[in-house]
């Protein structure tokens, strides 16, 4: 959870126009299908097998993301999924700029292994 000095970043996202006015888990999964869909019209037209396909990856990639802890869970919502840089991530949520690639650093490692272990 976020610390006392720092602001509730979904009030935060949301006062900048974010989609992230939801839950974490809501705004997280609804990327989550965003990058799907959006991966879906990049490559034109698919077959029903490619379109599942897709749909499952954005499913495995939801849950992933529902496992790793909510601030850095957030901070890496916004860099990796709505690509904002980290230095707007840290002024969006009132953190320090090296709090921010911490928070960025440990969601990936975090990220990285559930999606090896899922794989096995």
Sequence with gaps: ?????????????SANG???SQSPSVFVTAAAYGIAAAWSTQLGPADPFAQVSRAEAAAVV??????????????????ELEQLSVPKVAEMLE????T?????????AS??????TRKR
């Design 18 to 20: 974010s989609r992230a």
């Design 1 to 13: 959870m976020c610390a006392k000095n720092e602001k509730n970043p979904l009030d935060i996202a």
């Design 111 to 116: 990220f990285e292994l559930a999606l090896r």
């Design 100 to 108: 921010a690639y911490s928070r960025l650093r440990l969601a990936r």
């Design 95 to 98: 953190i320090k700029l090296n």
């Design 62 to 79: 939801a849950d992933i993301l529902d496992t790793i802890d909510e601030d850095q869970r957030i901070v890496f919502a916004l860099v």
